[in-house]
């Protein structure tokens, strides 16, 4: 019985510089290799999911053990008697890090991009870009149509609904302006080349549809000119305003901002889905005659 605390003291000491020095620096490296990029590669996030619930497990491992160190320690004290012979010692009550040693089947964080996650600091993901917003676009093309209702309908603008396209844009087809959907193409070839399985797996919900805003009267969104999309993974719409989202539109959202568009993800009703044409980007294509 005395044998016991000193095998498991053993193993509490090997498992200590693996958890607390040799973890740690391999998510280090893995960030830095990871995160080297503005557009993230969505193996390397998961990859280093993967590796901190693996840190927090041995850790729960390493208290538990410590426990039943201290409690074996005190029951050989009271009475040193051996083991009897095939008897084997039974988990320690609460022993919720002893799982991850016997998982065998699929694992769900690495097939993750459509889980559902809380936005990381949602307010600051636009930085550096303008919304063009209704009233500038307004200003700037006239409406889309001179009348609208709460209903989809015919773009009537004659400078836009002449620069307006059905296009495959790679994963989706898309009903834009010319611009955006040139613009869209860049962004899903890059999603592409970098991370295949997550392009696969885009799908939309809408692009252009030219109608008020529901609750205004006149109001267009930018739906209305023909410069927004909804994306989801997998065909699963996003819960609008919940702060949360699929793990693939975080990852989708840095390649977008690259291109200058602009994530709905950081709106005070979060709306994840949605990305727009930023006004730096519909200043640049005015600029250069494509609008």
């Known amino acids: 019985m005395r044998l016991i605390p000193a095998i498991i003291l053993s193993i509490a000491i090997i498992l200590a510089p693996i958890i607390w020095i040799f973890v740690p620096r391999l998510m280090s490296g893995g960030m ?46 009271r009475a040193p008697i051996a083991p009897m012979p ?22 769900d964080i690495i097939d993750a991009c459509a889980q559902v996650v809380l936005i990381a600091n949602r307010r600051d993901v636009n ?11 307004t200003r700037v093309f006239g409406p889309p ?24 844009v790679g994963p989706i087809r898309v009903r834009m302006l010319k611009p955006a959907a040139d613009s869209l193409r860049r962004v899903f070839e890059e999603v592409r080349v970098t ?14 549809c030219v109608r008020q805003i529901r609750g205004t009267r006149g109001r267009a969104s930018t739906h209305a000119f023909g410069l927004a999309v909804d994306l989801n993974i997998d065909g699963v719409l996003d819960t609008l305003g919940d702060g949360k989202t699929q793990l ?40 250069a005659g494509a609008l």
């Open 248 to 287: 693939g539109l975080t990852i989708l959202a840095d390649f977008f901002k690259d291109e200058g568009w602009v994530w709905g993800a950081s709106w005070g009703r979060e709306d994840s889905m949605h990305f727009e044409v930023s006004r730096q980007k519909l200043d640049e294509w005015i600029n």
């Open 127 to 137: 930085e550096g870009l303008t919304i063009a917003g209704p009233s500038y676009l």
């Open 32 to 77: 830095e290799e990871g995160f080297a990029g503005t557009a993230i590669d969505s193996g390397a996030r998961i990859e280093i999911e993967m590796l901190s619930q693996q840190v927090e497990d041995l850790q729960i491992r390493l208290d538990d053990m410590t426990q039943e160190m201290a409690k074996l320690a005190a029951a050989a004290a």
């Open 86 to 107: 095939g008897q084997t010692l039974a988990p320690a009550p609460g022993d919720n890090g002893a799982t991850v040693f016997q998982q065998n089947g699929q694992n």
């Open 195 to 208: 991370d295949p399985d997550l392009y696969a797996r885009i799908n939309t919900a809408g692009s252009l």
């Open 145 to 168: 149509r001179e009348v609208m209702s709460d209903d989809c309908e015919e773009m009537t603008n004659p400078r836009l609904a002449d620069k307006l396209v059905l296009e495959d």
